[in-house]
């Protein structure tokens, strides 16, 4: 059980082009921030219900399965 409310990950968006992502993301859950990053970029290690990093390749393309972290 996820302690997290609202859809929480999107294994669908993979091969998708980040910013549309995003959009997606928030828009199937409003209380999440998406954020695109490129891959590799470093980021806090911290947990947060609010937050979804959106890892993309130098294409701009979703490479790894968006969830919330």
């Known amino acids: 059980m996820s302690i997290c409310e609202g859809k929480s990950c999107w294994p669908e968006l993979v091969g998708a082009k980040g910013e ?5 993301i928030e828009r199937e859950n409003p209380l999440v ?14 947990f947060r219900c609010d ?4 890892w993309v390749d130098s294409c701009g393309i979703v490479i790894r399965t968006p969830i919330i972290t």
């Open 51 to 54: 937050r979804v990093w959106v």
């Open 20 to 24: 549309d992502a995003a959009v997606t």
């Open 33 to 46: 921030h998406a954020i695109v990053l490129l891959d590799g970029t470093p980021v806090t290690r911290d």
